[in-house]
């Protein structure tokens, strides 16, 4: 009996601790759990206060960048100076003014509502494409009008994740904030149509000669494709394609029920009824389209006056024009050629003169900077230069012997072949087979990479005979290439602009800055391509100074050239047709070198003689690629 007392005593008693321990296991599984949702309240709390101060800031970010701003009064102006403040040019009416929907026809309304956003009256500003976008590398603006118009009002043109983000959050705004009809005229007023003009206001006058209220439906939809792609729908440029697009956007407006389709056919036209309006007399029109056109890449649209500070010399370019002008008329046009072009660029890229024709209309392409010719011998230094990265040494044993690369065989100009010949004696004889050769040593591939490095922009085929002159290049690739000694082996960073700044504030939209870019030419090569281009050099070119330079004929005599330089300008001049019909009578080294001097002894007046190779080797001791003369002179004239 007292056994068992003894045991129920001992399992009460165990009983009890147990459940005491259990009682103070769940007090503090208790007090845990309580510190854990406190924790976690924190936490919470302290996330929706960053993300909401994050969110804060970036709306501070995105609204002190914002420009609102409009004139209702006038058109803003744009003054063109040189580099040294002289006035080139004051341009006006290529910004859009208030855009008035109620007297805008509703008709051109739907025309460019169908052309950017059919369901724009439908959506909420922004579609799903808009936040893939977002961390995408489509720096297109968005798929939506409201997208587009929310970049317009951004002060700076900027992209990467952060600006695609900043943008959806302000056409979400927009949205919220505004009617559909107030974001669809801030579109039409500001939206970029080509050539400095922005909005449809501008666009119609100067395009059209007329209001954009008085507009047809056709001329409407031209405006409406320039919008989507200025430059492949230019109806001055390219008047079929930007009439096709216009009728491709008319059809639309019959799909989407704006119009009846039957009235569709009674719309569409071949080309663009235009009855452009444009100044002349201007000191270059080439130079000023240019600028007008990087102005806009740079700052977009505005309200404001703009200063735009370019390297454009104007004396010089005064002289490249008349210069221009007059062999034009007297040696080249008798001989066949109709068009010639000039660019002069100091050793650092900046654009001293360009001449883009023998006369100028809106109709008429840049031939110094846009159009395409075929380089003849021109183009062949790309594979002597990386030859001579390889051994500096001029005096190289080279192969010039008849040979098939991909089943073509070069010939050269001479037909005559020496099996081995002096890398300097290939440049001297102008041979075809020392390119191939070498380009097949080393790998095409290799060289077109080179080439594209070393300033060639324009598209290279990968075919051999790339680097005998097939595909047609620009002024400025061969200019850039030929830079290249005189810019310290350094590829040049070629500019117009040098500054723009809204007047009254001092303050640059756009400053242009130096970049740090790799050697391309060791200065041992340097000094084995002075030897190359002064092997080539005619003498009685007799400049004051030293130079050097040499001309050519494209293989099939349809372009002539002349590239030469001096210590501070490399000047490359052109003439052909552009229809690219033969002018077997105009020679580079004799017509166009005349040209060349008559501009190169004018536009070095005032400039110090210097060696080219000294002012090259300046130019690597002060280690930025830049000794400008024009530079140097403003600093004296400040001091």
Known sequence: MADEELEDTEAGGKNAAQAAMQEIAERELRIIMRRRRRRRLFLIMFSAVVALSALLAIALSVQTNLDFSRNMIRSPEVR????????????????????????????IQNVFVVAADPDFYDHLGVSSSDFFRIFAGDERPGSTITMKVA???????????????????????????????????????????????????????????????????HQAAVLAAAMGDPK??????????????????????????????????????????????????????????????????????????????????LT????????????????????????????????????????????????QPNRAWD??????????????????????????????????????????????????????????????????????QFGLLKVKDYAKAIGIQSPLSNDIRTVVG???????????????????????????????????????????????????????????????????TDPQLRLDRPFAGYGTQSTGASDAWFTGFSSDLITVVWAGNDDNRRIPLVRGDVELASLWRLFMLDAHDGLPIRSMIRASSQRRRENDGVTDMWKHDLLKEEQ
């Open 80 to 107: 063109i100076m040189g580099f040294d403040g002289a006035t080139l040019e004051i341009v006006q009416g290529r910004y859009s003014q208030d855009v008035s929907l109620t007297t805008l026809p509703e008709r």
């Open 151 to 217: 970049r317009s009002f951004f002060k700076t043109p900027k992209f990467g994740a952060g600006r695609r983000f900043q943008e959806l959050l302000v056409a979400l705004w927009l949205e919220f904030k505004f009617t559909k009809k107030t974001i669809l005229r801030s579109y039409l007023e500001r939206s970029y149509v080509g050539r400095g003009i922005f909005g449809i206001m501008a666009a119609s006058r100067i395009w059209y000669g007329s209001p954009a209220e008085r507009i047809t439906l």
């Open 232 to 313: 492949k729908y230019d109806p001055l440029l390219h008047p079929r394609e930007a009439a096709n697009a216009a009728n491709e956007i008319l059809l639309n407006l019959g799909r989407y029920k704006f119009i009846e389709l039957d009235r569709v056919s009674a719309l569409t036209l071949v080309e663009p009824k235009l009855n452009v309006q444009y100044k002349e007399g201007v000191i270059s029109n080439y130079v000023i389209d240019m600028v007008m056109d990087e102005v806009a890449e740079r700052v977009g649209y505005t309200s404001r006056d703009i200063e735009v500070t370019t390297s454009i010399d």
């Open 316 to 363: 010089i370019q005064r002289l490249a024009q008349d210069v221009v002008r007059e062999v034009a008329n007297l040696r080249l046009k008798p001989k066949g050629a109709e068009q010639v072009a000039l660019l002069s660029m100091s050793p650092d890229g900046r654009i001293r003169a360009l001449v883009g024709g023998a006369d100028y209309t809106p109709f």
């Open 371 to 440: 159009v395409r010719h075929y380089p003849g011998r021109m183009i062949k230094m790309i594979t002597y230069y990386y030859a001579m990265n390889e051994n500096s040494d001029p005096a190289q044993w080279v192969r010039d012997n008849r040979m098939a690369v991909g089943g073509w065989r070069p010939v050269n100009p001479d037909h005559e072949y020496h099996g081995q010949i002096s890398l300097r004696e290939a440049f001297v004889r102008d041979v075809n087979t020392v390119p191939v050769n070498l380009a097949d």
């Open 470 to 536: 097939l595909d047609p290049v620009t002024l400025a690739d061969i200019a850039s290439i030929h830079a290249i000694p005189q810019n310290s082996g350094k590829p040049v960073q070629r500019s117009l602009v040098n500054r723009v700044a809204f007047v009254g504030t001092g303050i640059p939209v756009y400053q242009r800055v130096q970049q740090q870019v790799e050697k391309r030419l060791t200065d041992e090569a340097i000094q084995g391509a002075y030897t190359l281009f002064s092997s080539v």
